[in-house]
């Protein structure tokens, strides 16, 4: 179960100027050191809680298809199913009708009658299911906690970015951020 990034978000959930204001930096030498903060701390905190912020389009693979009829889908929220296949064992794919899925998209759970789906005819990554996921296009659909989250990583980065060889571990994340993001925390099954 592996999932690859088709395109990335077209914006961060903080912008550079939202992001200097905070750290109150005024000069624009490091600004290209703040905008891979920034997308990095998205990064992080998409990874912790297995969200997608801002629409990003992801391709899931599976092995197979569950038994039950249903398929967990990372990251949530979930926008839309684009696409799906599977491949048959001669390496040629047969597309899927995505109107044989009915989403939960919140909760990013994909039901399906399993006998209304064909089988892969490959053992290992036999099925392609392309999905649109996040809050929406613009920072402001993104909850404020997990912006804030982003600001406090930013600023905790920033300020740590150089490491002195003997000095005392600096913690990766500040305090505070995994109780803002906890909420937003989908959990594996």
């Known amino acids: ?5 088709l395109s990335a978000p077209a914006v961060e959930p903080l912008t550079l100027d939202e992001a200097k204001a905070y750290l109150r930096v005024e000069h ?13 701390s998205r990064i992080h905190v998409e990874t912790q809680t297995r969200r997608a912020l801002i629409t990003q389009t992801w391709r899931l ?18 926008q839309e199913i684009l696409a799906a296949r599977v491949y048959e064992s001669d390496g040629s794919t047969l597309d ?3 109107q044989a899925f009915v989403a939960d998209k919140p909760g990013a759970v994909v039901a399906f009658a399993p006998w209304a789906v064909p089988l892969p005819g490959r053992v290992v990554g036999g ?21 804030q989250a ?5 600023a905790h980065w ?25 909420p937003y925390r989908v959990q594996s099954l």
């Open 96 to 98: 899927i009708d995505v």
């Open 1 to 5: 179960m592996s999932s690859i990034l």
């Open 150 to 154: 982003i600001r406090l990583l930013v």
């Open 61 to 78: 693979i599976r092995d197979s298809w569950p038994a039950g009829g249903k398929l967990f889908l990372s990251p949530s929220p979930l």
């Open 28 to 40: 624009d030498d490091d600004d290209l050191t703040i905008a891979a903060l920034i997308a990095g």
């Open 127 to 147: 099925i392609e299911i392309d999905v649109r996921a996040g809050y929406g296009d613009t920072a402001a659909a993104v909850p404020e906690p997990l912006r």
């Open 158 to 182: 920033y300020e740590n970015r150089s490491a002195r060889a003997g000095a005392l571990p600096i913690a990766v994340t500040p305090a505070g951020v995994g109780a803002l993001i906890a």
